[in-house]
């Protein structure tokens, strides 16, 4: 695990064309780093990175990701730009808001329970 952080740290891009993983903890990985990211648009993918994030492609569109790859690559403008938006985003994963929205979490699934009848 420490070595698929550190490669992820020390890149320049992170590609992940899941179709069916959500929440995907390399893309808060990439994305804590500040590592660029190109994503497929499922929904786990979308809520991590927002829904108008730029390195978003359709899932299982080979071409538009293979596109987008390209356009990292020969354009230093946009990898920055998807870098820009990791920065911009990597505090809403930190370990005191994880923390915090879990806690939150289970503290609604007791009041929820405490509230049901049995």
């Not at 959500?22 to 499922?42: D, K, Y």
């Not at 990597?90 to 939150?104: H, I, M, N």
Request: charged residues 25%.
């Amino acid at each position: 695990r420490a070595r698929a952080r550190q490669v992820i740290r020390t890149s320049d891009l992170l590609l992940h064309p899941s179709n069916m993983e959500g929440g995907a903890q390399a893309v808060i990985e990439a994305v804590r780093s500040h590592t660029a990211v190109l994503a497929s648009g499922i929904d786990g993918n979308a809520g991590l990175l927002g829904v108008d994030y730029p390195g978003l492609f359709t899932e299982n569109d080979v071409d538009a990701a293979c596109a987008l790859v390209l356009r990292a690559a020969r354009k230093p403008g946009f990898l920055q730009r998807l870098r820009r938006e990791c920065e911009r985003r990597a505090p809403l994963f930190g370990p005191q808001r994880e923390r915090a929205s879990l806690l939150r979490l289970v503290d609604n699934c007791l009041h929820a329970s405490a509230r049901r009848p049995r």
